[in-house]
């Protein structure tokens, strides 16, 4: 390691990369002697100077350090003095005996800059001096500074002499309060409630706030004595602060007649202009409940924007809920305005009582469609059987697509009410596709012979949106006796028809014996799609006798078909056909034999490894990254194997 003798020639240099070099071995070395220059370089007016310096003094450290910089407080220039406060801060705990003299000093900025020095001091030592500047000291910033410190103390033992100075002027009791706040001190409760009768307002409403944080029980009585007097913005700021303490269901505990006052108290609140406060009147009215204050939470719900005041929006609509049913949410229900309306819709979701229900039939028909559709959603979802008379007249009333979407899932997944299934088979007619899907969806979910037998008729009939829907439906109501028809479809003229078919009979693969039989000639299909759903199905319900058919599709006159052949090859790992993959390495179209690359590395062993190491040296750039990859692959699994 560098001397320090060294290191001081170093300092003395004119060349400011030296001066960096000499200040960072300095602080390797600790070396104090090298203090007062590194002090000089602070006043440098090059930033990486001064930074080097700094950072030097702070590894440095102990009393030679912070003595150094010490005069530095006093110079005019506020950079410097900044600086120097920075590493005291650092520093000053370490030598309290260097900082605490300052607090007498004549200069009343020299007292203020060691009273913020001393709250970074981590220390206890710190709390006796800091004390005695806050009740001794007559200079108001001074004892100001000295309160801000001891709150960043957070230290109990300060406690005591902020209680006392909480006569001090109105200035210093700003900063005593928010000390008091931080280190939370039981004793501090009776100091600050005291402190209130001979205090102005603004001090009284910071008290308020530093007591609802502070979260101490004892204060709660004492702010209930305050509330009788007080002028209604102190009293709503009361409001907030027990509410805070106490938690929403615990103001249920209060003593009766204390209660009763508390409630009337909160529906006061809900007027006042902070938001904080009404947020806290609201949840302590939720857990009081009952008509009135029901209806005064409501009013500041329907007033807030949906995007804007998302999250509070939110935070109300609970509390309202936690109220349950009320009368403002019924009347709400009928309202000419839809966004009220809405609201009560969404806020009776999440009751959790038997009434909702009725409660929202009932509105149903009066209800603008907006808020139709807002109520048949919930219902869809929460009501049971007795409503079953409900959704059934909605089918028949109603020619709201989304409105029939819901009562289609209502009667059909969620009930399977079997006697719905005529009108519900009706709705296959409707002039939009996603209520035709929701009906189709509905009816499958009923299934029963009699519904089958709708559905075979309508397979008849020339119009082949109807023939896709009873193939897809009688496939997934029962695939096995509709065996002969879906055979049928996979001679339909629609390709779509024979997709659905092949989809119902591979829901037979592992059941029954006849659907390779009648999938595998499909891989000859004229329509591209319909092979290639073959070969879908076929890594889906793989078995070997599959593999001849897969290896075939290797030689379909699509693409596409090739490429899903070799992905269901690769992922079942079939070696035998490595012959026919290989083949595919020099096709010309090249995402097909990048997808053989890829298929060999997933099948593996020595012969696909062989193939792949004679094209990763060609001069294709991504045949061979794809065949590096490939190679790296199979190795990763003959590791995994040893």
């Known amino acids: 390691m560098t001397e320090c003798k060294e290191i001081l020639a170093m300092l003395k240099s004119p060349e400011t990369d030296v001066l960096r070099e000499a200040a960072y071995l300095a602080g390797e070395a600790h070396c104090e002697d090298a203090v007062p220059l590194l ?32 005069p530095l407080l006093r110079s005019d220039e506020a950079p410097v003095r ?57 200079e108001v910033n001074v004892r100001y500074q000295a309160a801000v410190s001891l709150g960043n103390l957070g230290l109990p033992e300060a406690a005591k002499c902020l209680n006392q100075a909480m006569r001090d002027e109105e200035w210093v009791q700003y900063s005593v309060i928010e000390a008091l706040a ?20 603004l001090v009284v409403s910071m008290i308020i706030d530093a007591l609802g944080d502070m979260g101490n029980v004892k204060a709660v009585s004492l702010l209930l004595g305050r509330m009788e007097d007080s002028p209604t913005a102190l009293r709503n700021k009361i409001v907030k602060a027990i509410v805070k303490i106490l938690g929403a269901k615990l103001v249920n505990l209060l003593p009766k007649d204390a209660r009763e006052n508390f409630r009337d108290y909160l529906l006061v609140a809900l007027e006042d202009e902070d938001v904080e406060v009404q947020d806290a009147a609201i949840s302590g009215l939720a857990a009081m409940g009952g008509d009135d ?120 997944q969620k009930l399977k009410h079997a006697p719905a299934a005529e009108a519900l088979f009706d709705l296959l007619e409707h002039q939009y596709d996603d209520v035709k899907e929701a009906a189709l969806e509905a009816c499958v979910a009923i299934g029963g012979d009699a519904m089958q037998d709708r559905f075979r008729e309508l397979f008849l009939g020339q119009d082949h949106m109807k023939r896709l829907m009873a193939v897809y439906a009688l496939g997934r109501i029962d695939a096995a006796a509709n065996i002969e028809l879906l055979k049928g479809a996979l001679e339909d003229a629609e390709p779509e028809i024979r997709k659905h078919a092949l989809e119902a009979i591979s829901s037979l693969c592992f059941q029954n014996d006849i659907w390779l039989d009648t ?11 319909v092979r290639q759903t073959v070969v879908e199905i076929m890594g889906r319900c793989f078995t070997p006798e599959i593999v001849p058919h897969l290896v075939s599709a290797l030689s379909d006159v699509d693409d596409w078909v090739k490429v899903r052949a070799l992905e269901v ?14 083949a595919l390495l020099e096709y010309p179209n090249k995402l097909v034999a990048i997808r053989a690359i890829e298929c060999l590395g997933g099948i593996g062993g020595t012969a696909a490894f062989q193939a792949l190491l004679s094209i990763s040296g060609g001069e294709d750039q991504e045949l061979m990254e794809a065949a590096e990859s490939a190679i790296a692959r199979i190795q990763e699994e003959q590791e995994k194997e040893l």
Not at 524 to 529: G, I, V, W
Request: glycine share 6%.
């Open 182 to 201: 931080k280190i939370r001190h039981a004793s501090s409760v009776d100091a600050m409630v005291k402190a209130m009768s001979h205090s102005s307002e």
């Open 82 to 138: 900044n600086g120097a406060m920075d590493i005291l801060r650092a520093l000053g705990g370490q030598e309290l005996s260097s900082i605490i003299p300052l607090l007498k000093d004549e200069d009343v900025d020299i007292r203020i800059f060691a009273t913020d020095i001393l709250g970074s001091a981590d220390n206890t030592m710190a709390i006796g001096p800091l004390c005695d500047a806050l009740l001794k000291d007559p």
């Open 519 to 529: 999938l595998a000639p499909r891989l000859l299909d004229e329509n591209r799609d």
């Open 293 to 412: 204050a029901a209806a005064g939470v409501f009013a500041i719900a329907v007033k807030l924007d949906a995007d804007k005041d998302q999250d509070r929006l939110e935070g109300i609509i609970a509390n309202l809920a936690q109220m349950g049913v009320t009368a403002v949410l019924k009347n709400a229900l009928r309202n000419e305005d839809v966004h009220a309306a809405l609201l009560a819709v969404e806020t009776l979701s999440r009751i959790e009582d038997p009434e909702v229900e009725s409660v929202l039939v009932n509105a149903f028909w009066q209800g603008y469609i907006t808020v139709q559709r807002a109520i048949v959603s919930v219902l869809s979802r929460i009501a049971g059987a007795g409503s079953i008379d409900f959704f059934m007249d909605i089918l028949h009333k109603h020619n709201d697509g989304k409105v029939l979407k819901s009562a289609a899932a209502f009667l059909g």
């Open 39 to 70: 002090v000089e370089m602070l006043k440098s007016s090059n930033i990486g100077v001064q930074e080097s310096a700094d950072n030097a003094l702070r590894k440095i450290g102990g009393r030679e350090a912070v003595t150094g910089v010490i």
């Open 569 to 582: 090859l690769s992922q079942h790992r079939v070696a035998a056909a490595l012959p026919e993959v290989v």
